[in-house]
């Protein structure tokens, strides 16, 4: 029978071509933990842009590499230049899990050596950009959604294209690559999610191949 009230998702949908939701792919709280622990050496900041503009989310990284940027260029560090110490190791349950999503996408061979972590408050977005400060376009990037829901946009190959649009929960995940790996994307202003007004931040983390 055909339910129409029915809010489940499918495991596994291709939102846009080479682009993969994993919905509830992860149980966050275990994740929530290890951040909890990275922070506490590398806090969340914001960093300046060679724009000019600070970074409206605030970051850390994990990993052999971080992604940095400051008024000069983006770039990525094996130095947290916050501390002047190397980012705290990629725990082995991330890098299970961002191995474990790319292959349920069908990327094989993942080997994320950066991990980058975004805290977006409400009223935060994220603009349209592409991922491309790795040298490695042939890996995917694996994003991991925690907390508070957000919208994610997937623009194409262009800064303005027509946006696709997605509502990531708490536990999904997204992978993307090949024909999608430098398409723009961005996450529209976080709102109170109204059922669940005491969730006030969304964490995101997202691994790549940098190097
Ligand atoms: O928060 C997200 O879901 C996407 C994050 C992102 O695109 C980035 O950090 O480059
Ligand atoms: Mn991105």
Request: positive net charge; aromatic residues 10%; hydrophobic residues 35%.
């Amino acid at each position: 029978m055909l339910d129409l009230f029915s809010n489940s998702r499918p495991d596994k949908q291709e939102i846009y071509p080479d682009l993969f939701v994993l919905a509830n792919f992860v149980k966050t709280a275990p994740l929530l933990k290890e951040v909890e622990q990275i922070i506490e050496v590398s806090p969340f900041r914001k960093m300046m842009t060679p724009n000019g503009h600070y970074t409206g989310v605030a970051l850390t990284n994990c990993g052999e590499y971080g992604w940095t940027s400051d008024r000069k260029e983006y770039r990525y560090s094996k130095i947290d230049p916050l501390n002047g110490r190397p980012w705290q190791s990629m725990p082995d349950r991330f890098k299970a899990l961002a191995i474990e999503a790319a292959l349920a996408a069908g990327f094989e061979n993942f080997e994320p050596d950066a991990c980058l972590i975004n805290q977006y408050l409400i009223g935060t977005k994220l603009g349209s950009h592409q991922d491309k400060n790795e040298k490695d376009f042939s890996q995917p990037i694996v994003s991991v959604s925690i907390g508070l829901s957000a919208v994610f946009q997937i623009f194409g190959n262009q800064r303005a294209g027509k946006a696709v649009n997605y509502r990531l929960q708490d536990g999904d995940v997204v992978v993307w690559g090949k024909s999608a790996r430098l398409n723009y994307h961005g996450i529209r202003t976080l709102t109170v999610d109204k059922l669940n007004p005491t969730c006030q931040q969304r964490i995101n983390i997202t691994f790549r191949k940098s190097h």
